[in-house]
């Protein structure tokens, strides 16, 4: 049920994004052979070597889900094989926005302190807001905002929410500069604590690679005029992949190499 819950939540996993929160192959089999499950190949990036299995949940496992949940079928969300046809930009962003969620679920909370995520909340609309800042052109403009990812997590230093944007590089660097120097306002008018009352709040940038990384956090540091400090953090996916989202991956716009939490 858990892999079912999981699915409805999020819409589109990997099986590797399952692992990290201690979902084996038996369990993806099993509930694949009872047709609770959908599972699809999807070729995220030219540079894959091999094409990447996406799971989503089938009509069959909505109701199977809605029948242990006691509620109305319809409730649960669900795919088939035609809905599952999106397109390849949208189905990478979406598993990069999923697999970052499930890596910070898959932290552990232990007695020393250590980090556990809260909530999370993905909805575009719960999430989108916006900032009247000054422009380059000595005009006051609205920004838009809308992260792809609130993050409530306890850690150390108590209760703390991140924002967190994915970028697929897809994007210019200066439209990305524009939204950097709007979150940077909209922190200095407390937006943080009137939209998602939190009274601590980070600015995650996920890129896929340590390049793309460098250039948003260069384009940070030009568009806030290096006054950001903090509130910015970019971390490369690759990187996360490899050493684990607690490693010293993770870089402000003044400090590189710093975990996430300390």
């Given at each position: 049920?858990r892999?079912l819950?999981l699915?409805?939540?999020f819409?589109?996993l990997?099986?590797s994004?399952l692992?990290?929160?201690?979902?084996?192959?038996?369990?993806v089999?099993a509930?694949?052979?009872?047709?609770?499950?959908?599972?699809f190949?999807l070729?995220?990036?030219?540079?894959?070597?091999?094409a990447?299995?996406?799971?989503?949940?089938?009509?069959?496992g909505a109701?199977?889900?809605?029948r242990?949940?006691d509620?109305?079928?319809g409730?649960v969300?669900?795919s088939?094989?035609?809905?599952?046809s999106?397109s390849v930009?949208?189905?990478d962003h979406?598993?990069?926005?999923n697999?970052f969620a499930l890596?910070?679920?898959?932290?552990?909370c232990?007695a020393?302190?250590?980090?556990?995520l809260?909530?999370w909340?993905?909805?575009?609309?719960?999430?989108a807001?916006s900032?009247?800042m000054?422009a380059?052109t000595?005009?006051?403009?609205?920004?838009?905002?809308?992260?792809?990812g609130?993050?409530?997590?306890?850690?150390?230093r108590g209760i703390?929410?991140m924002?967190?944007e994915?970028d697929?590089?897809t994007?210019p660097?200066?439209?990305?500069g524009r939204?950097y120097a709007?979150?940077?306002?909209?922190?200095r008018?407390?937006g943080?604590a009137?939209?998602?009352?939190?009274?601590?709040?980070?600015?995650?940038?996920?890129a896929p690679?340590e390049k793309?990384?460098?250039r948003l956090?260069?384009?940070c540091l030009?568009?806030?005029q290096?006054?950001?400090?903090?509130l910015?953090?970019?971390?490369?996916?690759?990187?996360i992949?490899?050493h684990?989202?607690m490693?010293?991956?993770w870089s402000?716009?003044?400090?590189e190499r710093?975990?996430?939490w300390?």
């Open positions: 049920m892999l819950a699915l409805a939540a819409r589109f990997t099986v994004d692992a990290l929160v201690g979902i084996d192959n038996g369990e089999e509930a694949e052979a009872v047709r609770s499950i959908l599972r190949q070729q995220r990036r030219m540079t894959d070597p091999a990447t299995q996406v799971l989503a949940l089938s009509r069959a109701l199977e889900l809605a242990v949940m509620v109305e079928p409730s969300p669900h088939t094989r035609s809905n599952s999106r930009m949208f189905l979406t598993l990069a926005r697999g890596a910070l679920a898959g932290m552990r232990e020393d302190g250590s980090p556990i809260l909530s909340e993905h909805d575009r609309d719960r999430l807001d900032v009247t000054m380059s000595s005009q006051l403009c609205r920004q838009p905002l809308e992260a792809d609130l993050a409530v997590c306890h850690g150390p703390e929410g924002l967190v994915v697929r590089g994007e660097v200066g439209y990305l939204k709007g979150y940077l306002e909209w922190w008018q407390g943080h009137r939209r998602f009352d939190v009274n601590t709040v980070r600015i995650l940038t996920v690679d793309r990384t460098a956090r260069d384009a030009e568009s806030t290096g006054k950001a400090g903090g910015f953090w970019f971390g490369a996916e690759d990187a992949a490899k684990g989202i490693a010293p991956i402000t716009a003044k400090v710093l975990p996430l300390t």
